[in-house]
């Protein structure tokens, strides 16, 4: 289910997490050559993805309840 990206922090591995506007986090790792997320290594590529939409995967396995 995609969702925005509402913010960011990092992890205790200094993997930076998006978080969504559903609530969840979800890791969005640099780790070429598997993951190419350069902007997310920057403050201003962070900031250009704010509200882009990401497919948050816990929505998709535990829909939020009515
Ligand atoms: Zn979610």
New binding site residues.
């Given amino acids: 289910?995609n969702?925005p990206i509402v913010g960011y922090h990092l992890d205790d591995e200094q993997h930076w997490v998006a978080e969504?506007r559903?609530?969840?986090n979800q890791h969005v790792r640099h780790d070429p050559p598997w993951t190419n997320r350069d902007w997310v290594t920057t403050p201003e590529g962070r900031a250009g993805r704010l509200g882009s939409l990401l497919d948050?995967r816990?929505?998709d396995e535990n829909p939020p309840g009515p």
């Fill in positions: 289910m969702r969504l559903c609530g969840h948050c816990k929505c």
